[in-house]
């Protein structure tokens, strides 16, 4: 029997788990999710949250790319 890579249901989940950042409360890197807090004239603001306990592990912010010059 062969089944496709995609069919795998845990495919999104391994998807999820690709971050890895240290967790202030647990103490070791966990996989983290990715949320948009807050969108900057700068960039969009994003807070990477411990899958285990829901604490903060890091923001960043995402600049958009630089706009096109127009001749
Ligand atoms: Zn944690």
Do not use: N
């Amino acid at each position: 029997m062969h089944r496709h890579p995609d069919d795998d249901p845990r495919r999104q989940f391994r998807d999820m788990e690709a971050t890895l950042l240290l967790c202030p409360r647990c103490r070791v890197a966990v996989p983290v999710r990715k949320r948009l807090l807050l969108v900057l004239p700068e960039g969009d603001k994003f807070e990477y949250v411990c899958a285990r306990c829901a604490s903060t592990c890091g923001t960043k912010i995402e600049r958009p790319p630089p706009p096109q010059f127009v001749r």
